[in-house]
């Protein structure tokens, strides 16, 4: 697939699932490592101006974390999501690089990490988390009950 018409699909999707009219305003784009997530991502934060944000290297981020990995839980990253979003003027935020973080979780956590972020009611902008961690057909089964459209899976071709 080229690669501005999948920008064009992304971006298309993260309007409709992550409006200020929708319920749950959180959409994961999944993919293999190295399908082009971070690249497609980032050209549509330059593209918009929406706000792009790499967990694993971004100052406040996982650096504030180190030394709390024992105690760091689901709900503590939910706190900061919702803080970020109350705190940036701009439509959504794409959260970048979160698998360091996964990777301090055991399975359960994981998945309490997914369903609590990806159910959040109450966020102020709407969210875009990019994660290798789980292909559709997992992701749905721990997301039961909500849209399909909530996931953005990467195929493995991209025609830059």
């Known amino acids: 697939m080229k690669f501005d018409t999948l920008l064009d699909s992304l971006e298309k999707q993260v309007r409709l699932v992550c409006s200020q009219q929708a319920r749950y305003r959180v959409l994961w784009v999944i993919g293999k490592p190295r399908s082009g ?5 980032r050209s549509l934060c ?5 706000k792009y944000i790499n ?8 650096e ?11 709900e503590d990253f939910l706190g900061i999501l919702k803080l970020v979003c109350n705190d940036t003027a701009a439509e959504f935020v794409v959260v970048d690089e979160i698998e360091p973080l996964l990777g301090w979780w055991t399975p359960q ?5 997914f369903r609590q972020v990806g159910r959040a009611t109450d966020l102020r902008t709407g969210v875009v988390l ?6 559709k057909l997992e992701l749905g089964k721990i997301l039961s009950g909500m849209s399909q459209n909530h996931i953005f899976e990467m195929s493995e ?4």
């Open 157 to 160: 071709e991209i025609l830059l």
């Open 109 to 113: 956590q994981q998945e309490v990490f």
């Open 46 to 50: 330059s593209r918009t101006g929406w």
């Open 64 to 74: 504030n974390l180190i030394g709390r990995e024992e105690t760091y839980r689901p």
């Open 130 to 135: 990019i994660t290798r961690k789980h292909a």
């Open 37 to 41: 997530k971070t690249s497609l991502c």
């Open 55 to 62: 967990f694993t290297l971004d100052p406040d981020f996982l």
